[in-house]
Protein backbone atom coordinates (compact mmCIF):
# COMPACT_ATOMS: atom_id res chain seq x y z
CA UNK A 1 0.00 0.00 0.00
CA UNK A 2 1.43 3.64 -0.86
CA UNK A 3 1.73 5.97 1.20
CA UNK A 4 1.32 9.51 0.75
CA UNK A 5 3.99 12.32 1.16
CA UNK A 6 3.04 14.63 3.61
CA UNK A 7 3.28 18.52 2.72
CA UNK A 8 6.41 18.88 5.35
CA UNK A 9 8.21 15.89 3.44
CA UNK A 10 7.20 17.21 0.23
CA UNK A 11 9.07 20.59 1.09
CA UNK A 12 11.95 18.72 2.81
CA UNK A 13 12.93 16.71 -0.90
CA UNK A 14 12.30 20.22 -2.45
CA UNK A 15 14.92 22.28 -0.49
CA UNK A 16 17.51 18.79 -0.65
CA UNK A 17 16.92 19.24 -4.32
CA UNK A 18 17.74 22.90 -5.54
CA UNK A 19 20.32 22.50 -2.74
CA UNK A 20 21.88 20.13 -4.82
CA UNK A 21 21.17 22.12 -7.67
CA UNK A 22 22.91 25.32 -6.01
CA UNK A 23 26.19 22.85 -4.71
CA UNK A 24 27.13 21.41 -8.68
CA UNK A 25 26.55 25.12 -9.91
CA UNK A 26 28.79 26.85 -7.66
CA UNK A 27 31.14 24.04 -7.91
CA UNK A 28 31.23 24.64 -11.60
CA UNK A 29 31.91 28.27 -11.12
CA UNK A 30 34.60 28.20 -9.20
CA UNK A 31 36.25 25.37 -11.55
CA UNK A 32 35.27 26.65 -15.04
CA UNK A 33 37.96 29.10 -16.35
CA UNK A 34 36.90 32.41 -15.95
CA UNK A 35 34.38 33.43 -18.89
CA UNK A 36 32.83 37.02 -18.14
CA UNK A 37 35.87 38.92 -16.61
CA UNK A 38 39.67 38.95 -17.47
CA UNK A 39 41.41 36.94 -14.64
CA UNK A 40 45.17 35.59 -16.09
CA UNK A 41 46.01 32.43 -14.15
CA UNK A 42 48.99 32.78 -11.63
CA UNK A 43 51.10 30.67 -13.54
CA UNK A 44 50.27 32.16 -17.56
CA UNK A 45 51.81 29.78 -20.47
CA UNK A 46 54.40 31.93 -21.57
CA UNK A 47 54.44 32.45 -25.65
CA UNK A 48 57.66 32.07 -27.38
CA UNK A 49 60.05 35.59 -27.60
CA UNK A 50 58.94 37.03 -30.72
CA UNK A 51 62.51 37.83 -32.85
CA UNK A 52 61.58 38.11 -36.57
CA UNK A 53 61.00 41.86 -36.95
CA UNK A 54 57.69 41.46 -39.30
CA UNK A 55 56.17 39.30 -36.23
CA UNK A 56 57.04 42.15 -33.83
CA UNK A 57 56.18 45.09 -36.01
CA UNK A 58 52.29 43.41 -36.54
CA UNK A 59 52.27 43.28 -32.96
CA UNK A 60 52.61 46.98 -32.59
CA UNK A 61 50.84 47.80 -35.17
CA UNK A 62 47.75 45.24 -35.66
CA UNK A 63 47.52 44.77 -32.02
CA UNK A 64 49.21 48.16 -29.94
CA UNK A 65 51.83 45.60 -28.28
CA UNK A 66 55.12 47.60 -28.25
CA UNK A 67 58.00 45.69 -28.63
CA UNK A 68 59.09 43.23 -25.97
CA UNK A 69 57.99 43.66 -22.60
CA UNK A 70 61.40 43.40 -19.98
CA UNK A 71 59.12 40.85 -18.04
CA UNK A 72 57.57 38.43 -20.02
CA UNK A 73 55.15 37.00 -17.41
CA UNK A 74 52.92 40.20 -17.24
CA UNK A 75 49.50 40.44 -17.80
CA UNK A 76 50.16 42.73 -21.21
CA UNK A 77 51.50 39.31 -22.59
CA UNK A 78 49.34 36.82 -21.40
CA UNK A 79 46.82 38.94 -22.62
CA UNK A 80 47.46 39.87 -25.87
CA UNK A 81 48.52 35.90 -26.67
CA UNK A 82 44.95 35.58 -25.72
CA UNK A 83 43.45 38.33 -27.73
CA UNK A 84 45.08 36.94 -30.85
CA UNK A 85 42.93 33.81 -30.50
CA UNK A 86 39.54 35.71 -29.20
CA UNK A 87 39.38 39.24 -29.50
CA UNK A 88 36.30 38.71 -27.17
CA UNK A 89 38.55 37.21 -24.55
CA UNK A 90 37.48 37.96 -20.94
CA UNK A 91 35.13 40.64 -21.81
CA UNK A 92 31.46 40.23 -20.01
CA UNK A 93 28.45 41.72 -21.43
CA UNK A 94 28.33 45.10 -20.68
CA UNK A 95 25.41 47.89 -21.38
CA UNK A 96 26.54 50.33 -23.43
CA UNK A 97 26.80 53.96 -21.84
CA UNK A 98 24.43 56.24 -24.14
CA UNK A 99 25.35 59.25 -22.33
CA UNK A 100 27.73 61.34 -24.97
CA UNK A 101 25.96 59.29 -28.27
CA UNK A 102 23.95 60.67 -31.14
CA UNK A 103 20.96 58.50 -32.34
CA UNK A 104 21.01 58.06 -36.43
CA UNK A 105 17.88 57.19 -37.13
CA UNK A 106 16.83 54.89 -39.69
CA UNK A 107 16.67 56.37 -43.11
CA UNK A 108 17.95 56.68 -46.59
CA UNK A 109 22.04 58.41 -47.24
CA UNK A 110 23.86 58.95 -50.28
CA UNK A 111 26.99 56.85 -49.91
CA UNK A 112 29.99 56.75 -52.10
CA UNK A 113 31.15 58.47 -55.36
CA UNK A 114 31.04 58.34 -59.04
CA UNK A 115 34.56 59.73 -59.03
CA UNK A 116 37.52 58.84 -56.52
CA UNK A 117 39.67 61.53 -55.28
CA UNK A 118 42.92 59.53 -55.81
CA UNK A 119 43.39 55.57 -56.10
CA UNK A 120 40.44 53.66 -57.49
CA UNK A 121 39.40 52.51 -54.04
CA UNK A 122 39.45 55.63 -52.35
CA UNK A 123 35.87 55.93 -51.99
CA UNK A 124 32.73 53.33 -51.90
CA UNK A 125 30.76 52.78 -54.75
CA UNK A 126 28.01 55.44 -55.57
CA UNK A 127 24.33 54.06 -53.82
CA UNK A 128 21.20 55.40 -52.08
CA UNK A 129 21.14 52.72 -49.22
CA UNK A 130 18.79 52.45 -46.25
CA UNK A 131 20.73 52.78 -43.04
CA UNK A 132 19.58 51.23 -40.09
CA UNK A 133 18.99 52.80 -36.26
CA UNK A 134 21.90 53.24 -34.59
CA UNK A 135 23.67 55.25 -31.83
CA UNK A 136 27.60 56.83 -32.35
CA UNK A 137 29.75 58.52 -30.37
CA UNK A 138 29.93 62.06 -30.53
CA UNK A 139 33.53 62.80 -30.45
CA UNK A 140 36.58 60.29 -30.48
CA UNK A 141 37.86 58.25 -27.92
CA UNK A 142 39.96 60.16 -25.55
CA UNK A 143 42.74 59.02 -23.71
CA UNK A 144 41.22 59.58 -20.60
CA UNK A 145 38.11 56.59 -21.44
CA UNK A 146 40.70 54.62 -23.00
CA UNK A 147 43.01 54.33 -20.34
CA UNK A 148 39.79 53.52 -17.86
CA UNK A 149 39.78 49.99 -20.01
CA UNK A 150 43.84 49.59 -19.48
CA UNK A 151 43.66 49.82 -15.64
CA UNK A 152 41.58 47.24 -15.54
CA UNK A 153 44.12 45.48 -17.73
CA UNK A 154 41.52 44.65 -20.48
CA UNK A 155 43.37 46.93 -23.21
CA UNK A 156 46.48 46.78 -24.17
CA UNK A 157 48.30 50.19 -23.89
CA UNK A 158 48.17 52.76 -26.41
CA UNK A 159 51.66 53.04 -28.23
CA UNK A 160 53.46 55.91 -26.80
CA UNK A 161 53.97 59.40 -29.26
CA UNK A 162 56.86 61.25 -28.72
CA UNK A 163 55.23 64.64 -29.32
CA UNK A 164 53.45 67.68 -26.52
CA UNK A 165 50.17 66.44 -25.06
CA UNK A 166 50.03 63.57 -27.07
CA UNK A 167 48.82 61.56 -23.69
CA UNK A 168 46.64 64.53 -22.21
CA UNK A 169 43.41 63.40 -21.13
CA UNK A 170 41.24 64.69 -23.51
CA UNK A 171 43.23 63.81 -26.44
CA UNK A 172 42.06 61.57 -28.98
CA UNK A 173 43.57 57.92 -28.25
CA UNK A 174 45.79 56.78 -30.92
CA UNK A 175 45.33 53.01 -31.34
CA UNK A 176 45.90 49.83 -33.71
CA UNK A 177 42.57 48.54 -35.38
CA UNK A 178 42.73 45.17 -32.40
CA UNK A 179 42.87 47.74 -30.10
CA UNK A 180 39.96 49.95 -31.53
CA UNK A 181 37.98 46.81 -31.81
CA UNK A 182 38.76 45.35 -28.42
CA UNK A 183 37.75 48.81 -26.60
CA UNK A 184 34.47 49.05 -28.70
CA UNK A 185 33.85 45.51 -27.37
CA UNK A 186 34.58 45.92 -24.26
CA UNK A 187 32.36 49.00 -23.71
CA UNK A 188 29.31 47.35 -24.70
CA UNK A 189 29.62 48.71 -28.27
CA UNK A 190 31.45 47.71 -31.52
CA UNK A 191 33.34 49.12 -34.45
CA UNK A 192 30.96 51.09 -36.77
CA UNK A 193 30.69 49.88 -40.66
CA UNK A 194 31.78 52.07 -43.20
CA UNK A 195 28.23 52.88 -44.07
CA UNK A 196 27.44 53.81 -40.66
CA UNK A 197 30.33 56.03 -40.43
CA UNK A 198 29.48 58.10 -43.48
CA UNK A 199 26.20 58.62 -42.82
CA UNK A 200 27.18 59.97 -39.79
CA UNK A 201 29.45 62.17 -41.30
CA UNK A 202 27.42 63.01 -44.91
CA UNK A 203 23.89 63.35 -43.15
CA UNK A 204 21.34 62.09 -45.62
CA UNK A 205 21.57 64.44 -48.02
CA UNK A 206 25.56 63.14 -49.24
CA UNK A 207 26.94 65.98 -48.34
CA UNK A 208 30.86 66.80 -49.33
CA UNK A 209 32.05 67.61 -45.72
CA UNK A 210 30.55 66.76 -42.60
CA UNK A 211 29.63 70.60 -42.23
CA UNK A 212 28.16 71.01 -45.71
CA UNK A 213 29.64 71.84 -49.07
CA UNK A 214 32.10 74.75 -48.17
CA UNK A 215 35.52 74.42 -49.19
CA UNK A 216 37.50 73.30 -45.65
CA UNK A 217 38.57 76.23 -43.00
CA UNK A 218 41.04 76.38 -40.12
CA UNK A 219 38.14 77.22 -37.88
CA UNK A 220 36.25 73.49 -38.90
CA UNK A 221 39.05 70.91 -38.89
CA UNK A 222 42.38 70.11 -37.54
CA UNK A 223 44.76 68.76 -40.83
CA UNK A 224 48.29 69.64 -41.70
CA UNK A 225 48.90 73.64 -41.33
CA UNK A 226 51.28 75.73 -40.05
CA UNK A 227 51.90 73.60 -37.01
CA UNK A 228 51.98 70.89 -38.66
CA UNK A 229 55.66 69.07 -39.35
CA UNK A 230 55.35 67.61 -42.11
CA UNK A 231 57.10 68.96 -45.32
CA UNK A 232 53.74 69.48 -47.55
CA UNK A 233 52.00 71.51 -44.55
CA UNK A 234 50.37 74.32 -45.71
CA UNK A 235 51.47 77.65 -44.02
CA UNK A 236 48.67 79.31 -44.75
CA UNK A 237 46.66 76.72 -42.59
CA UNK A 238 46.38 77.65 -39.03
CA UNK A 239 44.08 75.95 -36.83
CA UNK A 240 46.03 76.12 -33.44
CA UNK A 241 47.41 72.76 -33.75
CA UNK A 242 50.66 70.84 -35.00
CA UNK A 243 49.52 67.32 -34.06
CA UNK A 244 46.11 66.27 -32.07
CA UNK A 245 43.33 68.55 -30.68
CA UNK A 246 41.04 67.65 -27.81
CA UNK A 247 38.44 65.67 -28.95
CA UNK A 248 35.86 68.26 -27.48
CA UNK A 249 37.60 71.02 -29.99
CA UNK A 250 35.80 72.04 -33.60
CA UNK A 251 32.45 72.44 -32.95
CA UNK A 252 32.10 74.33 -36.41
CA UNK A 253 32.76 71.25 -38.51
CA UNK A 254 30.21 69.28 -36.87
CA UNK A 255 28.05 67.01 -39.24
CA UNK A 256 23.75 67.43 -39.35
CA UNK A 257 23.71 64.99 -36.60
CA UNK A 258 26.17 67.00 -34.25
CA UNK A 259 29.32 64.68 -34.46
CA UNK A 260 32.72 66.16 -34.00
CA UNK A 261 35.62 65.64 -35.61
CA UNK A 262 34.76 63.72 -38.71
CA UNK A 263 37.50 65.37 -40.94
CA UNK A 264 40.45 66.13 -38.80
CA UNK A 265 42.38 65.19 -36.05
CA UNK A 266 42.15 61.55 -36.06
CA UNK A 267 41.53 59.05 -38.96
CA UNK A 268 39.04 56.22 -37.34
CA UNK A 269 39.22 52.58 -38.19
CA UNK A 270 35.33 51.14 -39.07
CA UNK A 271 34.29 47.44 -39.83
CA UNK A 272 34.19 46.88 -43.86
CA UNK A 273 32.02 44.53 -45.59
CA UNK A 274 34.13 45.80 -48.35
CA UNK A 275 37.55 44.64 -47.90
CA UNK A 276 38.23 41.47 -47.36
CA UNK A 277 41.97 40.58 -47.56
CA UNK A 278 43.42 39.37 -44.59
CA UNK A 279 44.95 41.69 -42.00
CA UNK A 280 44.16 44.87 -44.09
CA UNK A 281 42.02 47.41 -41.97
CA UNK A 282 39.78 50.22 -43.23
CA UNK A 283 40.44 53.95 -41.83
CA UNK A 284 38.23 57.17 -42.39
CA UNK A 285 37.97 60.33 -42.33
CA UNK A 286 41.38 63.42 -42.36
CA UNK A 287 43.68 63.30 -39.44
CA UNK A 288 46.34 66.31 -38.46
CA UNK A 289 48.69 64.50 -41.39
CA UNK A 290 46.13 65.07 -43.97
CA UNK A 291 46.02 67.51 -46.59
CA UNK A 292 42.20 68.78 -47.29
CA UNK A 293 42.21 66.54 -50.05
CA UNK A 294 41.16 64.50 -47.29
CA UNK A 295 38.22 66.38 -45.86
CA UNK A 296 36.01 64.82 -47.99
CA UNK A 297 33.15 62.53 -46.16
CA UNK A 298 33.51 59.86 -49.09
CA UNK A 299 37.59 59.44 -48.43
CA UNK A 300 38.58 55.68 -47.59
CA UNK A 301 42.12 54.49 -47.28
CA UNK A 302 43.03 50.70 -46.91
CA UNK A 303 45.98 50.57 -44.18
CA UNK A 304 47.65 47.07 -43.91
CA UNK A 305 50.63 45.28 -41.32
CA UNK A 306 53.56 47.85 -40.58
CA UNK A 307 50.86 50.83 -41.53
CA UNK A 308 51.50 53.66 -39.20
CA UNK A 309 49.01 54.75 -36.27
CA UNK A 310 49.86 58.05 -35.07
CA UNK A 311 46.79 59.50 -36.28
CA UNK A 312 44.09 56.43 -36.11
CA UNK A 313 41.75 56.60 -33.33
CA UNK A 314 38.54 55.30 -33.33
CA UNK A 315 34.62 56.57 -32.31
CA UNK A 316 31.63 53.43 -31.39
CA UNK A 317 29.04 52.80 -32.37
CA UNK A 318 26.02 51.03 -30.08
CA UNK A 319 22.95 49.24 -31.69
CA UNK A 320 19.78 50.57 -30.57
Not at 63 to 84: C, F, Q, S
Not at 180 to 185: D, F, I, K, S, V
Not at 303 to 318: H, L, M, Y
Request: net charge neutral.
Amino acid sequence: MKTKSTPKAKRFYASLFFASVFIICLAFMLTAPACDRYNPPSEPVIPPTPTDPEEISNNVFIWGHEGIPDEYNTWMVVLLARMKKDIRFGLKKTKPDLKDMILIKKGPAVIGCDKTPRAPDDCLPLETRVIGDFYIDRVELSNALYDVCVAEQACLPAPHMDWPHGKDPDRPALLSPKQAERYCLWAGKRLPTEYEWEKAARGADGRIYPWGNGEPTAQRANICGEACPMPYADKDWNDGYGHTNPVDAFPGGDSPYGVRNMAGNVKEWVSSDVEKRPNYYIARGASWYSTNEEAVAIYRQTWFPTTRIDDKGVRCVADK
